[in-house]
T-cell receptor, first 112, second 113 residues
Framework: EDQVTQSPEALRLQEGESSSLNCSYT??????LFWYRQDPGKGPEFLFT???AGEEKEKERLKATLTKKESFLHITAPKPEDSATYLC?????????????FGQGTTLQVKP | DSGVTQTPKHLITATGQRVTLRCSPR?????VYWYQQSLDQGLQFLIQ???????AKGNILERFSAQQFPDLHSELNLSSLELGDSALYFC????????????FGPGTRLTVT
């Protein structure tokens, strides 16, 4: 069964304290891995797509990387406005549709 | 702003009732996906339509149904509502029917009392 696991469930950082969020996946064949940011009560906001191991994408203080078994979202010198839940999702070869399989998310709190 | 709109934003109704949630897509997007988000289950895929045709079904209850109209807007119908159906319901759009990122609407918060 295709599965996505994110860790940690929650993360508290001081402003400027860099860290990484982990997304481990077990799928029959990875077609794409996606990172989203979700603020409370809002819809997920698309951040990155990664398609193959070794690929990296960057946006401001965020950098996403991909290996054959996991993805990391690195947050460099975070600010309080980076506080949100970060969701990882995959599209698997077992389905020829675009359905996303989501992890449970990591809730990040950045304190000033 | 993703460009995807959903109405209503909030919905409060009683058990046994039926409701309709609406999703208007970004211009040009042919695929619509419906997801349910609850505290204990996270984001779960319900159903996908592509250019008016059902493409895939996930963990969607028989009491739930969806359709996509010729103008590509979509509706999710929930009937015989139970307390456990209380959740956030999101629609998402993508240009194509398969691989690629999806853009989510702001969601409809359904509360069943």
């Amino acid at each position: 069964e295709d599965q996505v696991t994110q860790s940690p469930e929650a993360l508290r950082l001081q402003e400027g304290e860099s860290s990484s969020l982990n997304c481990s996946y077990t799928v029959s064949g990875l077609r794409g891995l996606f990172w989203y940011r979700q603020d409370p009560g809002k819809g997920p906001e698309f951040l990155f797509t990664l398609y193959s191991a070794g690929e990296e994408k960057e946006k401001e203080r965020l950098k996403a990387t991909l290996t054959k078994k996991e993805s990391f979202l690195h947050i460099t010198a975070p600010k309080p406005e980076d506080s949100a839940t970060y969701l990882c999702a995959v599209q698997a070869s077992s389905s020829n549709t675009g359905k996303l399989i989501f992890g449970q998310g990591t809730t990040l709190q950045v304190k000033p | 702003d993703s460009g995807v709109t959903q109405t209503p934003k909030h919905l409060i109704t009683a058990t046994g009732q039926r409701v309709t949630l609406r999703c208007s897509p970004r211009s040009g997007d042919l695929s619509v996906y419906w997801y349910q988000q609850s505290l204990d289950q996270g984001l779960q895929f319900l159903i996908q339509y592509y250019n008016g045709e059902e493409r895939a079904k996930g963990n969607i209850l028989e009491r739930f149904s969806a359709q996509q109209f010729p103008d590509l807007h979509s509706e999710l119908n929930l009937s015989s509502l139970e307390l456990g159906d209380s959740a956030l319901y999101f629609c998402a759009n993508s240009l194509a029917g398969g691989l690629g990122e999806q853009y989510f609407g702001p969601g409809t918060r359904l509360t069943v009392t």
